[in-house]
């Protein structure tokens, strides 16, 4: 009767993964079709093409326009980072720490940006950001992405807390260690690759962001994105490719890098686990 039921199971298991698979491959390859269209040597995007070329790549290290878009991607994208990585590890802190009935709205007040519609929230910090005058500045553009980011630090670095046993800063306290030496170097060691995850989320937040960025930016802040979207209104150059094409390629890298940094995290709490249980 066994082998009768493990065959049906068998049997479900591979077709749930040939779902996965199809699912996948429906998302992806979209995607992955302007790779190809990147190397076309014409003016025009034909696919398939006669020969390949890296003429649009050349056009977008020589272009000032991309340049400076891209330049300006790198550092709005640092400077999220820099912001919403702390805040959001300290605000995952002291969610994993409150044992109050106000944890809930907090956790949905962190979260809002990532349920409102992205088109709402750049017209509410257009609105806000406007009487403020940090419209059209490189400042409003790094607190609006600072805050889009927010959220993917904290949903990370909390799921890194989830398993910190709360026992050793209280040990640590015990011994006469400062609430900053305990965080610095008792906490911060635990969940470093939960950190990293989550600033590498940041980056590519910010990085690829372009809806709030059409709103809060001005001339000299052109991000990446917004010279993309440009560049598809005005005319369709396969130069679009080639960007989109080093967008996927630096998105699949990052994505990478915080998916190990995640494994490594898991592989710290199980090994720290284990220590306590053989203890």
């Keep these: ?12 298991r ?13 998302l992806v390859l979209p995607i992955l079709a302007v790779i190809p269209l990147s190397f076309n040597p014409g003016s025009f995007l034909v696919f398939p093409h006669d020969a390949v070329s890296l003429r649009w790549y050349r056009v977008l290290a020589g272009s000032p326009q991309w340049t400076h878009a891209f330049g300006n991607s790198l550092k709005i994208a640092a400077a999220t980072t820099l912001i919403a990585t702390p805040l959001g590890t300290l605000a995952a802190i002291g969610l994993a720490a409150m044992r109050s009935r106000a944890k809930v709205p907090i956790v949905a007040i962190i979260t809002a940006p990532l349920a409102v519609p992205v088109v709402v929230v750049a017209i509410a910090f257009y609105f806000l950001f406007a009487p403020l005058g ?74 690829d962001e372009a809806t709030v960025a059409l709103f809060i930016a001005g001339p000299e802040q052109r991000t990446l994105p917004i010279q993309m979207f440009e560049g598809v209104r005005e005319q369709v150059s396969p130069a679009i490719a080639a960007a989109a094409t080093l967008l996927v390629i630096a998105s699949t890298l990052l994505l990478g890098a915080a998916e190990l940094l995640r494994r490594r995290g898991e592989r710290l709490r199980v090994g720290s686990t284990a220590a306590r249980s053989g203890e």
Excluded: K, Y
Excluded at 1 to 12: L, T
Excluded at 178 to 203: D, E, Q, S, W, Y
């Design 1 to 12: 009767m066994s082998s009768h039921r493990s065959r049906p199971e068998r049997i479900g």
């Design 14 to 26: 591979v077709l749930l993964i040939l779902f996965c698979a199809l699912v996948f491959a429906f």
């Design 134 to 207: 940090l419209v059209n500045g490189p400042a409003g553009l790094i607190v609006a992405h600072s805050a889009l980011a927010l959220p993917f630090v904290v949903i990370v670095v909390h799921a890194a807390l989830s398993g910190i046993d709360f026992e050793l800063l209280r040990a640590a306290a015990s011994l006469g260690a400062r609430p900053a030496t305990v965080l610095a170097r008792v906490l911060a060691p635990l969940i470093a690759p939960g950190i990293a995850a989550g600033a590498v989320f940041a980056f590519m937040t910010s990085f």
